[in-house]
């Protein structure tokens, strides 16, 4: 049973996600691409997304980094996702490490979860799960779906603690009431085999049902 557990919830959960700071522009915003220089450290970090978005990398890293160096946690969390995936320049765990860092001192949830994903996959440092957990619980506390239901599949799976299928089913549900499809799909697992909540195929068929709206 836990194998097929692990091939049920490994690739759905402790995955390769990394979190950059998603910005969406209208027409009028997007004008900010005429801009040549500025100060101001949030235009920065948006042009340095735009660019990004745009994979125009190298005016990318231009802007988040004077962004970044003048403390903009969104920007440094960003400049850290281009170092962590090598986007425009060559991948450095090092530096990733070093720009989330500076972010999560500042609460930015993006950079507690990739903390979190680099200590649970060992991204630059050694893996460990009791890291990862303590990077991740911080990013769920401000309501971080993907980290909600990484913390339900190292409960589940006993990662770096003891197996908890009832705190598995608990950070599964707080992501799948967010209208997650993943935990959604992976609470409807728990009530088909009973795990940490009482089986119940209807529960199980509601939530497989609406995971795949």
């Avoid at 700071?21 to 005429?34: G, K, L, Y």
């Avoid at 972010?103 to 200590?119: E, P, R, S, T």
């Avoid at 990862?132 to 409960?155: D, H, K, M, V």
């Amino acid at each position: 049973m836990k194998d097929f557990i692990k091939s049920w919830v490994i690739p759905l959960a402790l995955i390769a996600i990394v979190m950059l700071v998603a910005i969406t522009f209208n027409d009028d915003e997007r004008n900010i691409h005429s801009l040549t220089e500025t100060d101001d450290a949030f235009t920065q970090n948006r042009l340095g997304v735009m660019y990004l978005n745009d994979e125009n990398y190298e005016q990318a890293l231009y802007w988040l980094r004077l962004s970044a160096e003048q403390d903009n946690a969104s920007a440094q969390n960003n400049l850290g996702f281009m170092y962590q995936l090598g986007l425009g320049v060559n991948r450095d765990y090092e530096q990733a490490l070093y720009w989330h860092r500076l972010a999560a001192a500042q609460h930015d949830v993006g950079a507690q979860y990739n903390l979190g994903f680099m200590y649970a996959y060992g991204k630059g440092v050694p893996q460990n799960y009791e890291q990862a957990l303590y990077w991740f619980l911080l990013a769920a506390g401000q309501g971080s779906a993907p980290a909600q239901i990484n913390i339900g599949t190292i409960y589940l799976l006993g990662l770096g603690v003891s197996q908890d299928y009832g705190q598995a089913a608990y950070w599964y549900r707080l992501a799948a009431e967010q209208g997650d499809a993943t935990a959604q799909d992976a609470l409807a697992y728990m009530y088909l085999q009973g795990l940490g909540v009482p089986q119940d195929y209807e529960q199980a068929v509601y939530w497989y049902l609406l995971s795949k709206e």
